[in-house]
């Protein structure tokens, strides 16, 4: 009886996917061209080729803004 009632319970029991919380868009400004480039994750192109030519910890003092 015991066992039916767990086997019940699980049934009973409906779990939402997790869902992930939305990255917040950051804005950089390259100060050498004035270009602009806003992203949501750290696999942008642009900003890949700006961390390759300039250095990541440069690019990262490029921060705007976080929407």
Same mark, same amino acid.
């Given at each position: 009886?015991?066992?039916?009632?767990?086997? =019940? +319970?699980e049934?009973?029991?409906?779990?939402?996917? +997790? $869902?992930?919380?939305? $990255?917040?868009?950051? /804005?950089? $400004? =390259?100060?050498?061209?004035?270009?602009? /480039?806003?992203?949501?994750g750290? =696999?942008?192109?642009?900003? $890949? @080729?700006?961390?390759?030519?300039?250095? @990541?910890? /440069?690019?990262?003092?490029?921060?705007v803004?976080?929407?």
């Amino acid at each position: 009886m015991d066992v039916i009632k767990l086997v =019940n +319970a699980e049934k009973g029991v409906s779990e939402s996917p +997790a $869902r992930r919380k939305k $990255r917040k868009i950051k /804005v950089y $400004r =390259n100060p050498y061209d004035r270009e602009i /480039v806003e992203i949501r994750g750290g =696999n942008h192109k642009t900003l $890949r @080729a700006w961390k390759d030519l300039h250095g @990541a910890e /440069v690019v990262d003092s490029w921060l705007v803004e976080e929407k």
